[in-house]
């Protein structure tokens, strides 16, 4: 079983940037990350292939940016000009079919 461990959340000023980053115990071929606002369905926000192939979702595209270090089995999520509405449970996911992976969430606060 893979676990996924996220990192990097807090409070940020609208318009300022945070880093998130998840660390898997093993190898995944497809990671990214989901946002859950309160009283809201989580969301997917972003995804990467193990070969580099991003996707993200609208709300996001020009001020995100995912990356991933495959030798370290970590991704990252680069948050720029962000927005209150930002403001979020981030989980990281993973999925090697069939399987799927959840992290335990990070708070992200986007509130002056």
């Known amino acids: 079983q893979v676990q996924l461990v996220e990192s990097g959340g807090g409070l940020v000023q609208p318009g300022g940037s945070l880093r998130l980053s998840c660390a898997a115990s093993g190898s995944i071929l497809r990671m990214g990350w989901y946002r859950q606002a309160p009283g809201k369905q989580r969301e997917w926000v972003t995804d990467?292939?193990?070969?580099?192939?991003?996707n993200y979702a609208d709300s996001v595209k020009g001020r995100f940016t995912i990356s991933r270090d495959n030798a370290k089995n970590t991704v990252y999520l680069q948050m720029n000009s962000l927005k209150p509405e930002d403001t979020a449970v981030y989980f990281c996911?993973?999925?090697?079919?069939?399987?799927?992976?959840w992290g335990q969430g990070t708070q992200v606060t986007v509130s002056s």
């Open positions: 990467i292939s193990i070969v580099g192939i991003t």
């Open positions: 996911h993973g999925s090697s079919y069939p399987r799927q992976y």
